[in-house]
């Protein structure tokens, strides 16, 4: 099955023959006055991408922390990341979003080592306007790449622009290049995009009992993205990147291994999402599973906030449990073998100003590559972050990342594709590393 960007929507309106009788057990209307007592699935459908259409303009902090569910470089070694190094991986990022008129702006902090060097690495990626901005800083080492956003390569495992793991794990994904308005960028909800793109809806239907009841449960067979990230990437392509590589002879062939399983995966999951109408429809929790109904991945989200004068809700929780994981995708395990969770500190609906997504770096010593103007050469010039709030962001103090003394740091960063952030080294794909 392929899943595209769609370019209609005629699935929407074909699901229409699904309707579903939302019964709530008291009787009563949501906050937001509507009776809920009888509703098509476009109706649901189009309550979701409301909440997506709401969510501009905002700015959200927040942490991102994996928990290993024992020893850290025993976990490790469980998702097929033995000899690693623990410090790329057990770590706090602290990540930053601005959304704002089809403008993104996303930044990640985190404390890193490199040549013996500890210092704070920061990675901010923009689009406004037509320009990609992509700048990092670590120690004295700041890069940034000013490019038209018609030169970002678009062939990624998801059709987003670029990934906000909060936003995403909450259901809002993908980021797209607006139909509408040139150069702008839409947020869209993961369900209605799905299922236009191709998905297939299982089922729809008021939960009546337990855990969930009261919430409305709708079942859809959607991409795997363990499987879409691999297709992307070409195996013999790979096998003579790694032979050039510094990783030793065993290494690439477990690195080959592991690629293959994620190729031989099935192409779908299945994916089950619980709704709260009493706020709007906010997803309370999703559950991922293969065919054979094993639990892959579970998330919950909890102490939703509503949006001053708007008709969404954000959850300032999420925890994602991992039962299974990319680096080792054949492998199902009874209990989670890492926890990942997301905390907001700081939700900010108002106004953004445009000129707060351009990032440029005017100190003495860093290395710009500008591609928006022909004449621009690359070269050093100077460099300093651009501030996009009022006051500069405190960074991470040091006491935060410390190891605690029963063992390494119980956190782990980044996204859950162990395996393609070391093949992403070896075929230039950087975006990955950070997603």
């Not at 993104?104 to 320009?131: A, K, R």
């Not at 510094?246 to 062939?253: G, I």
């Not at 099935?266 to 054979?292: K, M, Q, S, V």
């Not at 892959?296 to 708007?310: D, G, H, W």
Request: glycine residues 6%.
């Amino acid at each position: 099955m392929q899943f595209q960007k769609p370019i209609a929507s005629t699935l929407v309106s074909g699901l229409l023959i699904f309707t579903c009788l939302l019964n709530h057990a008291d009787g009563q209307a949501t906050s937001s006055g509507t009776d809920y007592d009888d509703l098509s699935l476009q109706q649901v459908l189009e309550m979701l991408q409301e909440n997506a259409s709401s969510l501009t303009p905002i700015s959200l902090d927040y942490t991102h922390q994996l928990i290993p569910s024992g020893d850290p470089a025993e976990t490790l070694a469980e998702l097929g990341a033995l000899g690693d190094d623990p410090f790329k991986y057990f770590t706090l990022s602290k990540q930053r979003l601005k959304w704002s008129d089809g403008r993104v702006y996303f930044s990640q902090t985190m404390p890193q080592v490199e040549e013996g060097v500890c210092s704070f690495y920061l990675w901010e990626v923009s689009y406004t306007d037509g320009v990609q901005y992509d700048g990092s800083r670590f120690a004295q080492k700041p890069v940034l790449m000013k490019r038209p956003a018609t030169q970002v390569d678009r062939r990624v495992w998801s059709a987003s622009v670029v990934t906000v793991p909060y936003l995403k794990t909450c259901g809002y994904d993908p980021l797209i290049w607006s139909d509408q308005q040139a150069d702008h960028l839409e947020l869209r909800s993961w369900i209605p995009y799905t299922l236009d793109s191709g998905g297939t809806l299982e089922g729809i239907q008021t939960e009546d009992a337990g855990e969930h009841s009261g919430l409305v449960r709708i079942e859809i067979i959607g991409p795997n993205p363990v499987r879409m990230q691999a297709d992307l990437i070409d195996l013999e392509a790979a096998k003579r990147a790694l032979a050039t590589s510094r990783e030793t002879p065993e290494r690439q062939k477990e690195l080959i291994k592991q690629l293959e399983e994620r190729k031989s995966v099935p192409p779908t999951r299945n994916y089950t999402f619980w709704l709260d109408p009493e706020i709007h429809f906010a997803i309370r929790a999703i559950e991922e599973r293969n065919g054979e109904d094993q639990l892959l991945v579970e998330r919950t989200f909890e102490e939703f906030e509503q949006l001053p004068e708007r008709n969404v809700w954000l959850p300032r929780l999420c925890t994602v449990r991992h039962f299974s994981f990319d680096s080792v995708p054949l492998r199902i395990f009874q209990s989670p073998i890492v926890t990942e969770e997301f905390r907001v500190s700081s939700i900010d609906p108002s106004p953004v100003d445009a000129s707060l997504f351009v990032v440029e770096y005017t100190d003495p010593g860093a290395e710009i590559h500008d591609l928006t103007s022909p004449n621009t050469a690359i070269g050093p010039s100077g460099i300093q972050r651009t501030v996009t709030d009022s006051e500069e962001e405190q960074p991470l103090k040091l006491e935060d990342v410390r190891r605690p003394t029963n063992s390494f740091w119980p956190w782990f960063v980044g996204s859950n594709v162990i395996l393609l952030i070391a093949l992403a080294g070896f075929l230039g794909w950087r975006y990955m590393k950070h997603a």
